[in-house]
Protein backbone atom coordinates (compact mmCIF):
# COMPACT_ATOMS: atom_id res chain seq x y z
CA UNK A 1 0.00 0.00 0.00
CA UNK A 2 1.21 3.64 -0.66
CA UNK A 3 0.51 6.68 0.58
CA UNK A 4 0.93 8.54 -3.09
CA UNK A 5 1.11 11.71 -1.77
CA UNK A 6 -0.21 13.20 1.15
CA UNK A 7 -2.33 16.34 2.19
CA UNK A 8 -1.35 19.42 0.25
CA UNK A 9 2.06 17.60 -0.86
CA UNK A 10 3.92 17.52 2.36
CA UNK A 11 5.71 14.95 3.68
CA UNK A 12 4.52 15.12 6.98
CA UNK A 13 1.21 15.94 8.13
CA UNK A 14 1.98 19.13 10.32
CA UNK A 15 0.40 22.30 10.66
CA UNK A 16 -0.31 24.39 7.69
CA UNK A 17 0.85 27.45 7.34
CA UNK A 18 -2.16 29.56 8.35
CA UNK A 19 -2.66 32.69 9.95
CA UNK A 20 -2.78 31.44 13.23
CA UNK A 21 -4.01 33.87 15.67
CA UNK A 22 -7.84 34.54 17.39
CA UNK A 23 -8.60 36.58 14.24
CA UNK A 24 -12.70 36.75 12.85
CA UNK A 25 -13.49 33.82 10.40
CA UNK A 26 -15.76 35.38 8.20
CA UNK A 27 -17.82 31.82 7.27
CA UNK A 28 -20.63 31.11 4.78
CA UNK A 29 -23.22 28.33 5.76
CA UNK A 30 -24.59 26.26 3.10
CA UNK A 31 -26.86 23.85 3.89
CA UNK A 32 -27.62 26.26 7.27
CA UNK A 33 -31.29 24.77 8.18
CA UNK A 34 -29.81 20.88 8.28
CA UNK A 35 -28.30 19.59 11.39
CA UNK A 36 -25.09 20.57 10.36
CA UNK A 37 -25.83 24.29 9.25
CA UNK A 38 -27.09 24.51 12.20
CA UNK A 39 -24.30 22.94 14.70
CA UNK A 40 -22.64 25.53 12.96
CA UNK A 41 -24.31 28.26 13.48
CA UNK A 42 -24.43 27.35 17.46
CA UNK A 43 -20.83 27.69 17.39
CA UNK A 44 -21.27 31.39 15.50
CA UNK A 45 -23.95 32.20 18.44
CA UNK A 46 -21.27 30.85 20.90
CA UNK A 47 -18.21 32.54 20.17
CA UNK A 48 -18.93 35.28 18.54
CA UNK A 49 -15.78 37.39 18.61
CA UNK A 50 -14.04 34.72 16.37
CA UNK A 51 -16.82 33.70 13.88
CA UNK A 52 -18.78 35.78 12.19
CA UNK A 53 -21.31 34.70 9.83
CA UNK A 54 -21.20 36.26 5.84
CA UNK A 55 -23.43 34.08 3.99
CA UNK A 56 -25.92 31.57 4.31
CA UNK A 57 -27.52 29.00 1.59
CA UNK A 58 -30.45 26.93 2.59
CA UNK A 59 -32.57 24.40 0.18
CA UNK A 60 -36.20 25.41 0.23
CA UNK A 61 -36.44 25.73 3.94
CA UNK A 62 -37.30 29.83 3.83
CA UNK A 63 -38.37 30.17 7.10
CA UNK A 64 -35.59 28.55 8.87
CA UNK A 65 -33.05 30.74 6.62
CA UNK A 66 -34.93 33.82 7.30
CA UNK A 67 -34.67 33.16 11.41
CA UNK A 68 -30.45 32.58 11.33
CA UNK A 69 -30.75 35.42 8.63
CA UNK A 70 -31.98 37.47 11.30
CA UNK A 71 -30.32 36.16 14.19
CA UNK A 72 -26.52 36.83 12.33
CA UNK A 73 -27.51 39.90 9.86
CA UNK A 74 -25.46 37.22 6.80
CA UNK A 75 -24.03 40.15 3.88
CA UNK A 76 -25.90 37.53 1.70
CA UNK A 77 -28.23 34.60 1.13
CA UNK A 78 -29.11 31.99 -1.14
CA UNK A 79 -31.58 29.05 -1.60
CA UNK A 80 -30.90 26.24 -3.76
CA UNK A 81 -34.64 25.86 -5.19
CA UNK A 82 -35.78 28.51 -7.43
CA UNK A 83 -39.22 29.32 -5.65
CA UNK A 84 -37.32 29.26 -2.57
CA UNK A 85 -35.16 32.02 -3.83
CA UNK A 86 -38.07 33.58 -5.31
CA UNK A 87 -39.60 33.99 -1.99
CA UNK A 88 -36.59 34.79 -0.06
CA UNK A 89 -36.12 37.64 -2.59
CA UNK A 90 -39.63 38.54 -1.84
CA UNK A 91 -38.90 38.58 2.03
CA UNK A 92 -36.07 40.40 2.23
CA UNK A 93 -36.77 43.79 -0.26
CA UNK A 94 -35.69 46.74 0.98
CA UNK A 95 -33.50 44.50 4.11
CA UNK A 96 -30.29 44.66 2.98
CA UNK A 97 -29.27 41.34 2.36
CA UNK A 98 -28.76 40.21 -1.08
CA UNK A 99 -30.40 36.90 -2.64
CA UNK A 100 -27.86 35.44 -4.48
CA UNK A 101 -27.46 32.00 -5.87
CA UNK A 102 -25.36 29.14 -3.84
CA UNK A 103 -22.30 29.38 -5.57
CA UNK A 104 -22.44 32.96 -5.00
CA UNK A 105 -22.78 32.45 -1.20
CA UNK A 106 -20.12 29.95 -1.20
CA UNK A 107 -17.53 32.56 -3.07
CA UNK A 108 -18.87 35.99 -1.57
CA UNK A 109 -15.86 38.45 -0.92
CA UNK A 110 -16.73 38.45 2.45
CA UNK A 111 -16.54 34.68 3.23
CA UNK A 112 -13.34 33.46 4.72
CA UNK A 113 -14.34 29.89 5.13
CA UNK A 114 -16.85 27.92 3.06
CA UNK A 115 -18.15 25.74 5.25
CA UNK A 116 -20.21 23.37 2.89
CA UNK A 117 -22.66 21.32 4.79
CA UNK A 118 -25.43 20.72 2.04
CA UNK A 119 -26.53 17.05 1.69
CA UNK A 120 -25.69 14.95 -1.84
CA UNK A 121 -24.03 15.78 -4.81
CA UNK A 122 -25.97 18.78 -4.97
CA UNK A 123 -22.59 20.17 -2.63
CA UNK A 124 -20.40 19.90 -5.59
CA UNK A 125 -20.96 22.79 -7.67
CA UNK A 126 -20.16 25.06 -4.53
CA UNK A 127 -17.89 22.89 -3.30
CA UNK A 128 -15.68 23.54 -6.15
CA UNK A 129 -16.17 27.30 -6.36
CA UNK A 130 -14.90 27.81 -2.72
CA UNK A 131 -11.88 25.48 -4.06
CA UNK A 132 -11.36 27.58 -7.02
CA UNK A 133 -11.70 30.70 -5.23
CA UNK A 134 -8.99 30.09 -2.78
CA UNK A 135 -11.60 30.11 0.35
CA UNK A 136 -11.10 27.49 2.90
CA UNK A 137 -12.96 24.93 2.61
CA UNK A 138 -14.88 23.11 6.03
CA UNK A 139 -16.17 20.26 4.16
CA UNK A 140 -18.92 17.65 5.66
CA UNK A 141 -20.27 17.38 1.95
CA UNK A 142 -18.55 14.09 1.26
CA UNK A 143 -19.93 13.28 -2.08
CA UNK A 144 -18.04 16.45 -3.56
CA UNK A 145 -14.92 14.05 -2.85
CA UNK A 146 -16.79 11.35 -3.47
CA UNK A 147 -17.87 12.24 -7.18
CA UNK A 148 -15.10 14.44 -7.87
CA UNK A 149 -12.49 14.30 -5.49
CA UNK A 150 -9.48 14.72 -7.72
CA UNK A 151 -10.60 17.51 -9.46
CA UNK A 152 -11.77 19.47 -6.38
CA UNK A 153 -8.10 18.55 -4.76
CA UNK A 154 -6.54 20.32 -7.61
CA UNK A 155 -8.21 23.35 -8.07
CA UNK A 156 -7.72 23.69 -4.10
CA UNK A 157 -3.94 23.06 -4.99
CA UNK A 158 -3.84 25.32 -7.52
CA UNK A 159 -5.44 28.67 -5.65
CA UNK A 160 -4.28 27.43 -2.25
CA UNK A 161 -7.48 26.81 -0.82
CA UNK A 162 -7.24 24.43 2.53
CA UNK A 163 -9.66 21.30 2.68
CA UNK A 164 -10.35 20.61 5.95
CA UNK A 165 -12.66 17.38 6.81
CA UNK A 166 -15.90 17.82 8.58
CA UNK A 167 -17.00 14.64 8.68
CA UNK A 168 -16.03 13.25 12.36
CA UNK A 169 -13.89 10.66 11.17
CA UNK A 170 -11.99 12.29 8.90
CA UNK A 171 -11.03 15.11 11.01
CA UNK A 172 -10.53 12.48 14.20
CA UNK A 173 -7.52 10.79 11.39
CA UNK A 174 -6.59 14.81 10.31
CA UNK A 175 -5.92 15.33 13.82
CA UNK A 176 -4.14 11.83 14.73
CA UNK A 177 -1.99 12.13 11.75
CA UNK A 178 -0.45 15.45 12.82
CA UNK A 179 3.81 15.63 13.11
CA UNK A 180 3.03 11.61 11.63
CA UNK A 181 5.43 11.08 8.71
CA UNK A 182 4.20 9.42 5.61
CA UNK A 183 6.77 5.93 5.80
CA UNK A 184 5.84 5.98 9.35
CA UNK A 185 2.14 4.88 8.08
CA UNK A 186 0.40 1.39 7.86
CA UNK A 187 -2.96 1.96 7.85
CA UNK A 188 -5.50 4.63 8.63
CA UNK A 189 -8.85 3.08 10.27
CA UNK A 190 -12.38 5.04 10.00
CA UNK A 191 -14.78 3.92 12.93
CA UNK A 192 -18.69 3.29 12.41
CA UNK A 193 -21.33 2.85 14.76
CA UNK A 194 -22.43 0.51 13.27
CA UNK A 195 -25.84 1.96 12.44
CA UNK A 196 -29.40 1.48 13.59
CA UNK A 197 -28.95 -1.91 12.16
CA UNK A 198 -25.98 -3.27 14.30
CA UNK A 199 -25.77 -6.75 15.52
CA UNK A 200 -28.92 -7.87 12.72
CA UNK A 201 -28.45 -10.63 10.89
CA UNK A 202 -28.54 -10.20 6.96
CA UNK A 203 -32.09 -10.91 6.62
CA UNK A 204 -33.32 -8.84 9.29
CA UNK A 205 -30.87 -6.07 8.03
CA UNK A 206 -32.30 -7.13 4.33
CA UNK A 207 -36.24 -6.59 5.52
CA UNK A 208 -35.60 -3.56 7.61
CA UNK A 209 -38.27 -0.97 7.42
CA UNK A 210 -37.37 3.29 7.18
CA UNK A 211 -39.15 3.29 10.63
CA UNK A 212 -36.06 0.79 12.06
CA UNK A 213 -33.21 2.32 9.75
CA UNK A 214 -34.26 6.14 10.86
CA UNK A 215 -33.50 5.05 14.85
CA UNK A 216 -29.60 5.93 15.05
CA UNK A 217 -28.25 4.94 18.44
CA UNK A 218 -25.43 7.41 18.96
CA UNK A 219 -25.96 10.20 16.12
CA UNK A 220 -29.89 10.71 16.43
CA UNK A 221 -30.21 14.33 14.96
CA UNK A 222 -28.71 13.40 11.51
CA UNK A 223 -30.56 14.02 8.26
CA UNK A 224 -32.54 10.99 6.76
CA UNK A 225 -30.33 10.21 4.23
CA UNK A 226 -27.70 9.83 6.33
CA UNK A 227 -29.01 7.95 8.75
CA UNK A 228 -30.11 5.25 6.43
CA UNK A 229 -26.51 5.09 5.06
CA UNK A 230 -25.59 4.14 8.05
CA UNK A 231 -28.03 1.38 8.42
CA UNK A 232 -26.71 -0.20 5.50
CA UNK A 233 -22.84 0.79 6.15
CA UNK A 234 -22.72 2.93 2.35
CA UNK A 235 -22.26 5.95 5.12
CA UNK A 236 -18.94 4.04 5.93
CA UNK A 237 -17.87 3.09 2.39
CA UNK A 238 -18.64 6.79 0.95
CA UNK A 239 -16.20 7.56 3.83
CA UNK A 240 -13.51 5.16 2.69
CA UNK A 241 -13.56 7.34 -0.32
CA UNK A 242 -13.31 10.62 1.12
CA UNK A 243 -10.57 9.47 2.89
CA UNK A 244 -8.49 7.56 -0.08
CA UNK A 245 -8.82 11.65 -1.65
CA UNK A 246 -8.19 13.61 1.37
CA UNK A 247 -5.36 11.65 2.77
CA UNK A 248 -4.30 10.29 -0.45
CA UNK A 249 -4.53 6.58 0.66
CA UNK A 250 -4.55 3.37 -1.58
CA UNK A 251 -8.00 1.51 -1.03
CA UNK A 252 -6.39 -1.56 1.27
CA UNK A 253 -4.79 1.32 3.32
CA UNK A 254 -8.32 2.20 4.98
CA UNK A 255 -9.92 -0.02 6.97
CA UNK A 256 -13.12 0.05 8.87
CA UNK A 257 -13.79 -0.83 12.53
CA UNK A 258 -17.47 -0.81 14.18
CA UNK A 259 -17.33 0.64 17.67
CA UNK A 260 -20.65 0.92 18.77
CA UNK A 261 -20.06 3.72 21.71
CA UNK A 262 -18.73 6.18 18.92
CA UNK A 263 -16.11 8.05 21.15
CA UNK A 264 -12.91 7.19 18.87
CA UNK A 265 -13.97 8.46 15.71
CA UNK A 266 -10.23 6.91 13.94
CA UNK A 267 -7.36 5.05 14.32
CA UNK A 268 -4.33 5.92 13.00
CA UNK A 269 -1.91 2.61 12.71
CA UNK A 270 1.48 3.51 12.60
CA UNK A 271 4.80 1.10 10.98
CA UNK A 272 5.35 -0.25 14.69
CA UNK A 273 2.44 -1.11 15.36
CA UNK A 274 1.11 1.89 17.88
CA UNK A 275 -2.28 2.90 17.04
CA UNK A 276 -3.05 6.76 17.67
CA UNK A 277 -6.73 7.05 18.24
CA UNK A 278 -8.58 10.35 18.40
CA UNK A 279 -11.61 10.13 20.97
CA UNK A 280 -14.53 12.57 21.78
CA UNK A 281 -18.15 12.98 22.64
CA UNK A 282 -20.12 12.10 19.89
CA UNK A 283 -21.32 16.16 18.72
CA UNK A 284 -20.32 17.08 15.49
CA UNK A 285 -19.78 20.57 16.85
CA UNK A 286 -16.20 19.59 18.10
CA UNK A 287 -15.25 18.57 14.10
CA UNK A 288 -17.12 21.25 13.12
CA UNK A 289 -15.20 23.64 15.03
CA UNK A 290 -11.99 22.03 14.24
CA UNK A 291 -12.36 22.90 10.82
CA UNK A 292 -13.36 26.45 11.07
CA UNK A 293 -10.64 27.06 13.93
CA UNK A 294 -8.12 25.07 12.92
CA UNK A 295 -5.20 25.25 14.06
CA UNK A 296 -7.09 26.89 17.63
CA UNK A 297 -8.92 24.47 19.50
CA UNK A 298 -11.83 26.40 21.09
CA UNK A 299 -13.32 24.90 24.68
CA UNK A 300 -16.17 22.11 23.62
CA UNK A 301 -19.75 22.62 24.25
CA UNK A 302 -20.61 20.46 26.45
CA UNK A 303 -17.63 19.47 28.89
CA UNK A 304 -15.17 16.86 27.62
CA UNK A 305 -15.34 13.12 28.52
CA UNK A 306 -12.24 12.83 31.00
CA UNK A 307 -10.65 9.50 30.78
CA UNK A 308 -12.31 7.74 33.89
CA UNK A 309 -15.56 9.00 32.16
CA UNK A 310 -15.24 6.81 28.81
CA UNK A 311 -17.62 4.07 28.50
CA UNK A 312 -16.20 0.22 28.15
CA UNK A 313 -14.94 0.55 24.58
CA UNK A 314 -15.88 -2.35 21.65
CA UNK A 315 -14.28 -2.25 18.44
CA UNK A 316 -15.72 -5.32 16.36
CA UNK A 317 -15.33 -6.18 12.02
CA UNK A 318 -17.92 -5.20 10.13
CA UNK A 319 -20.76 -7.85 9.35
CA UNK A 320 -19.54 -7.60 5.47
CA UNK A 321 -22.53 -10.49 4.47
CA UNK A 322 -25.13 -8.06 6.14
CA UNK A 323 -23.78 -4.98 4.67
CA UNK A 324 -22.78 -5.29 1.00
CA UNK A 325 -22.70 -1.39 0.83
CA UNK A 326 -19.40 -1.33 2.51
CA UNK A 327 -17.62 -3.73 -0.51
CA UNK A 328 -19.70 -1.97 -2.92
CA UNK A 329 -17.92 1.47 -1.90
CA UNK A 330 -14.44 -0.29 -1.97
CA UNK A 331 -14.99 -1.72 -5.51
CA UNK A 332 -16.53 1.57 -7.04
CA UNK A 333 -13.46 3.36 -5.19
CA UNK A 334 -11.15 0.42 -6.95
CA UNK A 335 -12.68 0.65 -10.20
CA UNK A 336 -12.18 4.56 -10.07
CA UNK A 337 -13.67 7.33 -12.98
CA UNK A 338 -16.98 7.62 -12.51
CA UNK A 339 -17.89 4.45 -10.64
CA UNK A 340 -17.87 6.26 -7.04
CA UNK A 341 -20.22 8.87 -9.01
CA UNK A 342 -22.27 6.84 -9.98
CA UNK A 343 -22.99 4.88 -6.91
CA UNK A 344 -23.57 7.87 -4.76
CA UNK A 345 -25.92 9.27 -6.95
CA UNK A 346 -27.83 5.57 -7.69
CA UNK A 347 -27.65 5.56 -3.69
CA UNK A 348 -29.25 8.91 -3.37
CA UNK A 349 -32.31 7.93 -5.28
CA UNK A 350 -32.09 4.21 -3.47
CA UNK A 351 -32.52 5.87 -0.23
CA UNK A 352 -35.63 7.93 -1.61
CA UNK A 353 -37.15 5.22 -2.50
CA UNK A 354 -36.74 3.27 0.17
CA UNK A 355 -37.96 6.15 2.39
CA UNK A 356 -40.97 6.18 -0.05
CA UNK A 357 -41.82 2.64 0.97
CA UNK A 358 -40.98 1.05 -1.88
CA UNK A 359 -38.49 -1.27 -0.86
CA UNK A 360 -36.94 -2.72 2.23
CA UNK A 361 -33.43 -2.19 2.97
CA UNK A 362 -32.14 -4.90 1.47
CA UNK A 363 -33.32 -3.76 -2.10
CA UNK A 364 -30.57 -0.65 -1.61
CA UNK A 365 -27.50 -2.99 -2.02
CA UNK A 366 -29.47 -4.62 -5.18
CA UNK A 367 -29.98 -1.63 -6.56
CA UNK A 368 -26.35 -0.04 -6.53
CA UNK A 369 -25.09 -3.42 -7.66
CA UNK A 370 -27.28 -3.43 -10.79
CA UNK A 371 -26.33 0.25 -11.68
CA UNK A 372 -23.26 0.02 -11.20
CA UNK A 373 -22.73 -3.56 -13.08
CA UNK A 374 -24.62 -1.42 -16.24
CA UNK A 375 -21.88 1.76 -15.94
CA UNK A 376 -19.51 1.71 -18.49
CA UNK A 377 -16.68 4.38 -17.69
CA UNK A 378 -13.22 4.72 -18.02
CA UNK A 379 -10.44 4.90 -14.96
CA UNK A 380 -9.78 9.01 -15.76
CA UNK A 381 -10.72 10.97 -13.10
CA UNK A 382 -13.60 12.81 -13.55
CA UNK A 383 -14.42 16.43 -13.66
CA UNK A 384 -17.19 18.44 -12.21
CA UNK A 385 -19.40 18.12 -16.16
CA UNK A 386 -18.20 14.67 -15.97
CA UNK A 387 -18.99 13.88 -12.12
CA UNK A 388 -22.38 15.46 -12.53
CA UNK A 389 -23.53 13.52 -16.02
CA UNK A 390 -22.30 10.16 -14.15
CA UNK A 391 -24.41 11.07 -11.27
CA UNK A 392 -27.42 12.02 -13.54
CA UNK A 393 -26.86 8.46 -15.71
CA UNK A 394 -27.32 7.04 -12.19
CA UNK A 395 -29.83 8.89 -10.88
CA UNK A 396 -32.19 7.67 -13.70
CA UNK A 397 -30.92 3.99 -14.08
CA UNK A 398 -31.71 3.83 -9.92
CA UNK A 399 -35.44 5.64 -10.85
CA UNK A 400 -36.27 2.93 -13.50
CA UNK A 401 -34.69 -0.19 -11.34
CA UNK A 402 -37.05 -2.58 -10.64
CA UNK A 403 -37.07 -4.75 -7.74
CA UNK A 404 -38.12 -7.65 -10.29
CA UNK A 405 -35.46 -6.92 -12.30
CA UNK A 406 -33.01 -8.64 -9.92
CA UNK A 407 -31.75 -11.68 -11.49
CA UNK A 408 -31.93 -15.00 -9.70
CA UNK A 409 -29.08 -15.99 -7.80
CA UNK A 410 -27.66 -12.66 -8.08
CA UNK A 411 -26.24 -11.88 -4.67
CA UNK A 412 -28.84 -11.83 -2.30
MG1 LIG B 1 -18.82 10.32 9.42
Redesign the pocket.
Known amino acids: MSFVRWLNGRDTMTTMDLQAGAHLHRIAVLGCTGSIGRDALDLAARHPDRLRVATLACNRDVDGLLAAAERFRPDAVAAADPWAAAMLAGRLDGSGVKVVSVVDAATWPTVDVTLVAISGVAGLRPAMAAAEAGKRLALAN?ESLVAAGATLLRHAQQSGAEILPV????AGLFAALQGVRRGSLRRLW?TASGGPMRGCTAAEVAAATPELALRHPTWPAMGRRITVDTATLL??GL?VIEAHHLFHADADAIGVVVHPQSVV?AIVELADGSLLMQASRPDMRLPIAFALAYPERWAPPEPAIPPTGLPDLQFQPPDREAFPCLDLAYAALRAGGTAPAVLNGADEVAVARFLAGEFPLGHVPRLLEAVLGQHRGGAGEPDLDEALAADAWARERAAAWRPSAVVRGARR
Open positions: KDSEHLNKEH
